[in-house]
Each structure stands twice: as C-alpha cells, then as structure tokens.
C-alpha cells in the first residue's frame, strides 16, 4: 500500500531554533509537497519538488526552506522558528502525471515557544 | 487565494440521510479532486473527476462537475457515523501543473 511518512506526530520547539521536519515515501513519486494547514485557512502550499534537487516556491514560502536530495525525502527546513509557525504540517507525493491523486502523511503538529 | 471553496462550512445530519458539499473555484482547470480528513489525521483521496467528466461515483460516493459554473458537488448516499470528517476540494492551480489548490473544508458530523 502506497506509504508518506513524517518523522513526528507531534513536536516542540523554541523560538529561534532551527526545525527540520522530515517526509519520506515509498511509492517512488516525483512530486512531493509541504503544506501547512490552520484553521479556517485550509491547507496552504509552503514548497513543492517534481525532481531531485528541485524546488518550487508555493504560496507561503517566506521562512521556510526545503531540501530534496533524494526522491523519496523531502525535508521542511525552518531557518529560525517564530511561533507564528506553530501549525499542521503535512507533506504529500504524488506521481508526476497531473491527473493523479496526492497521497498525504498523517501530519506533524508542530508548536513553538 | 483560494481556488476551491467549499460550501457549506460545517454540516451535520443524522445518520442514514444524505449530505451534499459543494465546491467552487475561478480558472479553467483539468481535474477536480475530493479528499476526506479524519481529526488530527491526513487527508485521504476519495475520487477525481476531470474536466471533461460531468459525473463518477465510487460506492456511496457522487460527485457532479459543472465546468460551465465552475463548480462541483460531493454526494454522500446513507451516512454514516464514520463519514464525520472533514471534506475537501483540490483544483489544479492551471492546467497540468502538478500543483492543487486546496479550499478550507466542509466539516461534516453524523449523528448516530
């Protein structure tokens, strides 16, 4: 069965720290993506990736970065966390034909102090 | 902005009845997709309808897509206490791109 998995259900970190969440899959997709969802915003495009090594900027990307060095992680990169950060993360593959279905983690709430 | 809304906001029925959630978006696009998100959990794909597709069901599941209104509906035949969740629409942000618009969801509640 086709698997995303994030590192962690649940993390705390401090103000200023740098915080890496980290996604893998096993379906050996080409496009993986970051979201992060609020209430009452829905899920919004942090960064997305179709290949190795490469990255696009999505909706929100302003204190955040990515890493891509192998096709099936996908690392979320917060330089220097703010709690303004304090969200749902959720990463997501899918294969690189546009009329396929995004497969999501089980998310990783993420609260900063 | 966001390309999907999903309409109504939050709906709740008693179990067996039907529910109906709504989606509409702005630009020309090349699929339509429904997911479902249980509590604290990942969203889960339900069904993809592209744009030359008016209708498509998977089990209890129906969904139209009116591309001339822009906007599609979701269809959930004889509930159950198991469908609360919440729903949502995806769009592609333009057409073949691999990147979805995602709107905020309509949060369904079954009453057993």
Known sequence: DVKVTQSSRYLVKRTGEKVFLECVQDMDHENMFWYRQDPGLGLRLIYFSYDVKMKEKGDIPEGYSVSREKKERFSLILESASTNQTSMYLCASSPRDSNQPQHFGDGTRLSIL | ?112
Not at chain 2, 51 to 69: P, Q
Request: proline letters at 1%; charged letters at 20%; hydrophobic letters at 30%.
């Open chain 2, 1 to 112: 902005s966001q390309q999907g809304e999903e309409d109504p906001q939050a709906l709740s029925i008693q179990e067996g009845e039907n529910a109906t959630m709504n989606c509409s978006y702005k630009t020309s696009i090349n699929n339509l997709q429904w997911y479902r998100q249980n509590s604290g959990r990942g969203l889960v794909h339900l069904i993809l309808i592209r744009s030359n597709e008016r209708e498509k069901h998977s089990g209890r599941l129906r969904v139209t897509l009116d591309t001339s209104k822009k906007s599609s509906s979701l269809l959930i035949t004889a509930s159950r206490a198991a469908d609360t969740a919440s729903y949502f629409c995806a769009t592609d942000s333009f057409i073949g791109t691999y990147k979805y618009i995602f709107g905020t969801g309509t949060r369904l509640k079954v009453l057993a």
